[in-house]
């Protein structure tokens, strides 16, 4: 997941609060619970960035649950975002960061239209060490679908998955960060236009796989409402070397004592015998141990158990679910196997790394080289298949035991942003967002999918039915390629056989 961003940037570089939408007529300002904001207004939609969800975590609150927001008496600005949560350098946050106080939402509502309007919570991705919500611009789908749609920051990284023996909430605080922006929407979003009881929580990536995660939190119950996955999921996971090379087999969830285990050794490393300690130290001092833990702890209040098996027992909210992958995802990590200068040679070793010399031989059987255009391609496939769209297809699934699910396969094999990558991790974000402020050339037919996947996503957001005029009919016993007319356009497919999931179920 780290590197989802290096690629795309590289081709490019609880109860409402009952007062009036604006405070005095002005449409700039807003009143929320701990005080009024002013934003910026365009004939289009009304800003509001930089709002805090939750205190800042900082100094004794570094490495507790949210606390509430302390109130301000005079107009807050809010014309700009907040930080970014603390990060290395990457794509989405040049200059990097590590400044804690980062707990901060961002709403963009349309001007005008209905006073209640659905509400889309964007939770980004980034392999839960990157990311924020400011990344992301949602004018169009604000206007596409008259919504209101927040986007918001969670701790990310050692601040937002650390953890310790004595430490409540250990490797769950991120999490708690985004149940703390959706308690802060039922309060405060009628007052942007926003109707608390019909909110989409939404995400890509780790921020799909955290949608998840949330729809089998008991602390999550009744905080939204409907729940899009894109490229993420409760059951995701890799096998040695998948990803990147070395990488050791694993997942996201992680028993919570394990990650204290290994806080424990952290702190033992660093010189510290107490969480005091480790908090009195500076955030950058922190920063080399900033990957170490970036998995969610399971068999705690927040997750009492693997997301995915929480799938399996049938223990998830009930609402309808809109999900599905890219078609290429893996083709964004290739670069991590020998820049991605991959011969039949090097295809074979990768699938011995992978799953050991006798399954190597039966995946290559599945996927031989002749089949793809390159030795790259081959494996590409295959990992896309085992980590990403086969482990997406099986949550799906589980839920669509007890709940409408919507599933598609994004195929836009020329996306602006993707040179001939294919339909690679994360390149169906500028269909739907302005990226880091930058709006996408598409050309007319690349521009007619655009619009169909808003009205599909706001659709779903406003009635959980995705289904509208202009586009053709998703039921929920047919997924959907998702491609330009000039690729054959919006058509049904069956993604088990797409991807091969009953060989690698088997």
């Known amino acids: 997941m780290g590197k989802r961003w290096a690629v795309v940037a590289g081709l ?15 449409p700039a300002v807003v009143r929320t619970d701990a005080g009024a904001v002013r934003g910026t207004v365009t004939e289009q939609v009304r800003t509001f960035e930089g709002v805090p969800s939750a205190a800042p975590p900082v100094g004794e609150l570094r490495w507790r649950a949210p606390q509430p927001v302390q109130p301000w008496a005079s107009v807050r600005d809010a ?26 939402l961002n709403v963009t509502t349309p001007t005008g239209g209905a006073q209640r309007k659905p509400v889309v919570v964007w939770v980004p991705g980034g392999g839960f060490f990157m990311g924020a919500g400011s990344n992301y611009g949602p004018e169009r789908l604000a206007t596409r679908g008259d919504a209101v749609v927040v986007t918001i920051n969670y701790r990310l990284g050692i601040f937002g998955f650390y953890g310790q023996h004595g430490l409540p909430g250990s490797g769950t605080f991120g999490l708690q960060d985004q149940q703390a ?12 236009g926003g109707d608390p009881g019909n909110v989409t929580l939404a995400g890509e990536s780790a921020g799909g796989m955290s949608t998840c995660a949330q729809l089998t939190s008991p602390r999550s119950a009744g905080l939204f409402h409907r ?16 990803q990147y090379p070395s990488q050791k087999a694993g997942s996201y969830w992680v028993p919570q004592d394990k990650i204290r285990r290994d806080g424990d050794a952290m702190a033992a490393e660093l010189g510290c015998a107490t969480v005091e300690c480790l908090r009195a ?21 927040v997750l009492p158990q693997d997301p995915g098996d929480a799938l399996r027992a049938g223990r998830f909210h009930r609402v309808p679910v809109l999900s599905g992958n890219n078609h290429d995802e893996a083709r964004s990590y290739m670069t991590a196997f020998n820049g991605g200068d991959i011969d039949a040679a090097m295809y074979q070793r990768l699938l011995v790394d992978m799953a050991g010399r006798e399954q190597a031989a039966r995946i290559a059987g599945e996927y031989p080289v002749s089949a793809y255009e390159s030795p790259m391609h081959a494996w590409a496939a295959v990992t896309t298949d085992r980590i990403w769209s086969c482990t ?3 949550a799906g699934r589980e839920l669509a035991r007890k709940v409408p699910v919507y599933s598609y396969d994004f195929a836009d094999q020329h996306s602006p942003i993707a040179g ?87």
């Open 12 to 26: 490019l570089t609880l109860s409402t609060v009952a007062i009036p939408a604006a405070a005095a007529g002005d």
């Open 79 to 104: 014309t700009a975002p907040g930080s970014v949560c603390p990060q290395e350098q990457n794509p989405e946050a040049p200059q990097g960061s590590t400044n804690e106080d980062c707990l901060y």
């Open 181 to 192: 922006a959706l308690r802060w929407v039922q309060r405060n979003i009628g007052a942007f």
């Open 227 to 242: 729940a899009i996955m894109q490229s993420g999921s409760c059951d995701f996971d890799w096998p040695d070397a998948g």
């Open 281 to 301: 130290k500076p955030a950058a001092e922190l920063m080399g141990q900033f990957t170490r833990f970036t998995s969610s702890a399971t068999g705690t209040p």
């Open 392 to 394: 997406q297809h099986s």
């Open 420 to 506: 001939d990558l294919g339909a690679a991790h994360a390149v169906e974000l500028p269909y739907l967002f302005a990226l880091t402020g930058i709006e996408f050339p598409f050309p007319p037919d690349q521009r007619r999918l655009s619009e169909q996947m808003l009205g599909y996503w706001t659709a779903f957001a406003r009635t959980g039915d995705p289904n509208g005029p202009g586009r053709p009919e998703w039921t929920t016993d047919q997924a959907l390629t998702l491609a330009p007319s000039g690729q054959g356009g919006i058509r049904p497919v069956e993604v088990a056989a797409e991807h091969h999931c009953a060989f690698w179920k088997a």
